[in-house]
């Protein structure tokens, strides 16, 4: 048997079947009810999720931004939803020594044109100190805004790596959603692609195919050499800074004590 590329049968070794369009589409399809009801159980979650119950703080609680402390009222810019991200901090770590996760899930979250348009504000929350957060953001370029909740209490401090939501009623301000872990996903539209590709994430706690590549532990694509060799160490920072002006190596690469 001769192998064409119009011959249907053809396998390839390690791969999953070669069928023709027809037989695709009506697998292809069997898998659209599954994905349907996936869907339709992510509404129903999130019509939950907009029943929770609130915890109402003051307000007035002050964060730090560029223009020195602010009440956290500000940071809704004058809407009545506000979306934040807690991302984690580093004390006298160097730029490629912040969190790689944190920096992951700020870098996908760079325009919040839409949120804006929908009455929703955004902003970034770290318990970094200031003049570290302000260096930080200007040579990744972020242009949302950042506050230092340092010293600052929960829900507005507190522990840092979630996307947290609050909504604000005049003067008065509630908490009421708030997640991480894998829950942070839902911004990372990099993530959400990679699961439509054939090889999905790359990482080892998947599913696969037999004979597909071997993945790898999660997170690894977060930090990478100058090379974008996925690694962890001397040479590497959060894959993002590669992106940064000036962003070579240097000789103050360090993580100043933090694990995986």
């Known amino acids: 048997m001769t192998t064409t590329p119009s ?6 070794p390690g791969r999953p079947p070669v069928v023709d369009l027809a037989t695709w589409q009506t697998a292809r399809d069997e898998l659209l009810v599954r994905e349907k009801a996936h869907t339709h159980e992510g509404d129903a979650l999130a019509a939950a999720r907009r029943r929770l119950p609130m915890v109402e703080f003051d307000g007035a609680v002050e964060v730090v931004g560029p223009d020195g402390p602010v009440p956290f009222l500000d940071l809704f810019q004058g809407r009545d939803e506000l979306v934040v991200y807690k991302h984690m901090w580093y004390d006298g770590a160097p730029h490629q020594g912040q969190c790689e996760g944190c920096t992951t899930t700020a870098w996908h979250v760079k325009d919040a044109v839409y949120l804006n348009a929908r009455g929703v504000s955004f902003a970034i929350l770290t318990t970094g100190r200031w003049d570290e957060v302000a260096s930080y953001v200007e ?24 996307l947290t939501c609050f909504l604000r009623d005049g003067d008065r301000v509630f908490l009421t959603y708030s997640t991480t872990g894998r829950g942070n996903e839902r911004v990372n539209g990099s993530l959400g692609l990679l699961d439509m590709t054939p090889y999905g994430r790359g990482e080892a706690w998947e599913d696969n195919p037999e004979d597909w590549p071997e993945g790898r532990s999660p997170c690894w694509s977060w930090r990478s050499d100058a090379e974008g060799n996925a690694t962890w160490g001397p040479t590497s920072r959060p894959v993002p800074q590669w992106t940064r002006p000036g962003a070579t190596p240097v000789e103050t690469l360090g993580r100043h004590g933090h694990h995986h």
């Open 7 to 12: 011959d249907p049968t053809t396998a390839v």
């Open 139 to 162: 040579f990744m370029g972020y242009t949302q805004p950042w506050y230092s909740v340092r010293d600052v209490d929960a829900p507005v401090g507190g522990s840092m790596g979630y």
